[in-house]
């Protein structure tokens, strides 16, 4: 369905402001221990040519023969969220729709940028049926997998929204969760589609903001006439360039098979204690239904642990959590706290 504007929801709340000093961190989606030592060490290497301006061409390059594009439709950005920003600069939309429950920032900057922009909540499962978006959205948002609830819409699906005079922005920056990446536009990307594409969540990198945006060789004009000159920080530029490279790119897809049994595991774990846990989730965390959600938050903070509250992201609500996949210890000391708490 429809929903009508939520002014209450606070759409610049991310997991960043559940953690702090002392807390085992469930609530940021970035996987941890990263980013791994050949990646930091290029990193520190980056440093000696900081005096020269940043230099984007190797980096555009290796973006597109990873995902067989060519370059000129290749933008390299300040992680996803410079892409989300640009996007709401340069587009006009006469109907955009965002669906829901998703990552709130394409919304945060739509609307900062003037748009009025309307929500379609998923229901059943947060599973897409393309014909709940109006038929004439000229802009829509989906994230895939989706960003809290896990879930992975077909690519079929997806590509579906695509329609004459309309723009369909896909966010991916959980894509490379998925082994084998079935479901990405990336490669296939129909007419007016932008998917959107980061290096955070997979290697770490929040601190250093890596990501671009993949589209028709005119719109990535369009984006970068928008763009401020330099915006891509040249160890951001070393980054992309080596995690775009076919052995990184291996090494992710070992990660995410690794990745996939052990949420697997957890989500098990989780539902046999009575908790709805979003089935077939494919991304690097859970998002699960527990009565008093925000009051279970809360104690678990008190016993040291952050999750993500749920209530922040439209189409929830107080009763919901996102709870990341760490490692098969972290998470099992996890399950015993939730088990004091009689969960």
Not at 52 to 74: K, S
Not at 316 to 333: E, M, P
Request: proline share 8%.
């Amino acid at each position: 369905m429809t929903a009508a504007d939520l002014p209450d929801i606070d759409l610049r709340h991310h997991g960043d402001a559940e953690v702090g000093d002392g807390l085992a961190d469930f609530a940021v989606n970035v996987r941890t221990g990263m980013p791994p030592a050949w990646l930091a060490e290029r990193l520190r290497a980056s440093v000696a040519d900081l005096a020269g301006y940043p230099d984007p061409r190797p980096a555009r390059r290796a973006v597109a023969r990873r995902h067989g594009r060519a370059v000129d439709e290749v933008l390299l950005t300040a992680g996803a969220a410079e892409a989300f920003v640009l996007l709401a600069r340069v587009l006009a939309p006469r109907r955009a729709v965002v669906v829901h429950p998703q990552f709130t920032e394409p919304e945060a900057a739509l609307r900062a940028a003037g748009h009025p922009v309307e929500r379609v909540i998923l229901s059943k499962d947060f599973t897409l049926d393309p014909a709940a978006v109006p038929g004439d959205a000229d802009l829509v948002v989906i994230g895939n997998p989706t960003n809290p609830t896990s879930v992975l819409h077909p690519a079929a699906a997806v590509a579906a929204l695509a329609a004459p005079g309309r723009t369909v922005v896909v966010d991916e920056a959980f894509m490379d969760c998925v082994p084998g990446e079935p479901e990405t536009l990336a490669a296939k990307l129909p007419t007016g589609v932008a998917v959107i594409r980061s290096l955070t969540k997979t290697w770490g990198l929040a601190g250093l903001r890596a990501g671009y945006v993949l589209a028709d060789p005119h719109l990535i004009g369009r984006l970068a006439e928008a763009q401020p000159l330099w915006a891509v920080s040249t160890p951001a530029l070393v980054a992309i360039e080596a995690c775009s490279a076919p052995e990184a790119v291996a090494e992710a897809e070992a990660w995410a098979a690794a990745l996939a049994a052990e949420r697997d595991r957890l989500a098990a774990e989780l539902t046999a204690r009575g908790l709805y846990v979003v089935p077939e989730a494919r991304a690097s965390f859970l998002c699960l239904c527990v009565p008093d959600a925000l009051g279970i938050r809360a104690l678990l903070r008190q016993r040291g642990y952050a999750v993500r509250r749920g209530d922040t992201f439209p189409g929830l609500g107080s009763d919901w959590l996102r709870i990341a996949v760490r490692d098969r210890t972290s998470n099992d000391t996890l399950l015993d706290v939730l088990g004091e708490l009689g969960i």
